[in-house]
T-cell receptor, first 115, second 112 residues
Framework: AQTVTQSQPEMSVQEAETVTLSCTYD???????LFWYKQPPSRQMILVIR??????QNATENRFSVNFQKAAKSFSLKISDSQLGDAAMYFC????????????FGTGTSLTVIP | DVKVTQSSRYLVKRTGEKVFLECVQD?????MFWYRQDPGLGLRLIYF???????EKGDIPEGYSVSREKKERFSLILESASTNQTSMYLC???????????FGSGTRLTVV
């Protein structure tokens, strides 16, 4: 099984500031997908952003962007201009492009946004 | 809007009871998954299914079984609930065109 590591169980950020959540993964594959999911208190997991490993360009979605370092097997999420609604648990996830449809998740980072 | 519905948001069951967790999707997806979410452990795959009547074990299948009699419904069964099965259970449905997941809102199960 693939291993996805999120080393920050908890993070906090001031409203309107920028925060970066870390994620590393272990794989011997060259073709895969990486995801960040958000789980607010409502518990509904929501896809934040997705990155294909073959793409060198970092994915962005409005205030959310990633820093994908393939050689370092690192996939961090940057949230700019943080808002109160960003407070949630964030999960990093990996899916192989070749060996199945299963997602492998990290242990999550709980983000608090301070007004 | 696509939807994955888990029938119960909260459940409390007694040790030894047989427990059914239901998940229904309205997207005509072939692939469906059951995960268990625990603090500090993230999401761990219990079982998944690629088609009606098909099932595959995930990483932690012990103490669980599943049923997929219809494409839209994927049930997780705890044959004899135990206190260590107290957890949040998340169902996901997968679009095989882009392989993205759509999650249900979760069932928080407490076994007493």
């Amino acid at each position: 099984a693939q291993t996805v590591t999120q080393s920050q169980p908890e993070m906090s950020v001031q409203e309107a500031e920028t925060v970066t959540l870390s994620c590393t993964y272990d794989t011997s594959e060259s073709d895969y997908y990486l995801f960040w999911y958000k789980q607010p208190p409502s518990r509904q997991m929501i896809l934040v952003i997705r990155q294909e490993a073959y793409k060198q360009q970092n994915a962005t979605e409005n205030r959310f962007s990633v820093n994908f370092q393939k050689a370092a097997k690192s996939f961090s999420l940057k949230i700019s201009d943080s808002q109160l609604g960003d407070a949630a648990m964030y999960f990093c996830a990996y899916r192989s492009a070749n060996t199945g449809n299963q997602f492998y998740f990290g242990t999550g980072t709980s983000l608090t946004v301070i007004p | 809007d696509v939807k994955v519905t888990q029938s119960s948001r909260y459940l409390v069951k007694r040790t030894g009871e047989k427990v059914f967790l239901e998940c229904v999707q309205d997207m005509d997806h072939e692939n469906m998954f059951w995960y268990r979410q625990d603090p500090g452990l993230g999401l761990r795959l219990i079982y998944f299914s690629y088609d009606v009547k098909m099932k595959e074990k995930g990483d932690i299948p012990e103490g669980y079984s599943v049923s997929r009699e219809k494409k839209e419904r994927f049930s997780l069964i705890l044959e004899s609930a135990s206190t260590n099965q107290t957890s949040m259970y998340l169902c996901a449905s997968q679009d095989t065109t882009n392989y993205g997941y759509t999650f249900g809102s979760g069932t928080r199960l407490t076994v007493v």
